[in-house]
């Protein structure tokens, strides 16, 4: 899975299917992370974040969980669209450096018609 | 609110060449960012600023210089222009308190710069 550090490149999912995008990260005192959707062409956009005292957070067919004792998040897109079609980064404000935004390396989903 | 503006969006640079790509935000947000991205890659940070008159060096500061005159604006310098650092660019802000609340931030629509 893909971590503020390590990345899945390509997850290729049916018209329809759920997608289910990981990361991983390493600093047991991050309180707040950040999914963005970057689309060809265009800048990151925000999705949806969470704070570490809550496990899970719903948007419109998102929903990013977040497990602690493991260090793990991801995020899930209901009923996947062409639309989503994207790269997705989770990002996380670093608090040795000024919060500034860390960033994984991105999974690219791809959906099938 | 315009949010984060680039310009240019795009420019070819030959090899020596200096220049600067600018970033603005109406948002009063605090904290400045300048990324790079290469193709098929993540993002990578060269500086970003906590306020206006302090920077700071990100993962790739190399060839590039910044500014933070004011609260709105950030600047990306380029001195002499090298093939490496042919790349689509991006500024972004956002809120922050250190040690407190930290909002998302928001990206501009990037500059794509090639260098030849």
């Known amino acids: 899975g893909e971590s503020v550090g390590l990345h899945l490149p390509t997850l290729s999912v049916q018209e329809g299917d759920n997608s289910i995008i990981n990361c991983a990260y390493s600093?047991?005192?991050?309180?707040?992370f950040i999914w963005y959707k970057q689309e060809s062409g265009k800048g990151p956009q925000f999705i949806i974040d969470?704070?570490?005292?809550?496990d899970k957070r719903q948007g419109q067919r998102v929903t990013v969980l977040l497990n602690k004792t493991v260090k793990h998040l991801s995020l899930q897109i209901a009923a996947t669209q062409p639309g989503d079609s994207a790269v997705y980064f989770c990002?996380?404000?670093?608090?040795?450096?000024?919060?500034?935004?860390?960033f994984g390396g991105g999974t690219r989903l791809m959906v099938k018609p | 609110n315009a949010g984060v503006t680039q310009t240019p969006k795009f420019r070819i640079l030959k090899i020596g060449q200096s220049m600067t790509l600018q970033c603005t935000q109406d948002?009063?947000?605090?904290?400045m960012y300048w990324y790079r991205q290469d193709p098929g890659m993540g993002l990578k940070l060269i500086y970003y600023?906590?306020?206006?008159?302090?920077?700071d060096k990100g993962e790739v500061p190399n060839g590039y210089n910044v500014s933070r005159s004011t609260t709105e604006d950030f600047p990306l310098r380029l001195e002499l222009a090298a093939p490496s650092q042919t790349s689509v660019y991006f500024c972004?802000?956002?809120?922050?308190?250190?040690?407190?609340?930290?909002?998302?931030?928001?990206f501009g629509q990037g500059t794509r710069l090639t260098v030849v």
């Open positions: 972004a802000s956002s809120y922050s308190i250190r040690g407190g609340t930290n909002t998302e931030a928001f």
């Open positions: 600093n047991s005192a991050s309180d707040y």
């Open positions: 969470i704070r570490s005292n809550m």
């Open positions: 990002a996380e404000p670093s608090r040795n450096a000024g919060n500034m935004l860390t």
């Open positions: 948002m009063n947000h605090n904290y």
């Open positions: 600023s906590v306020g206006a008159g302090i920077t």
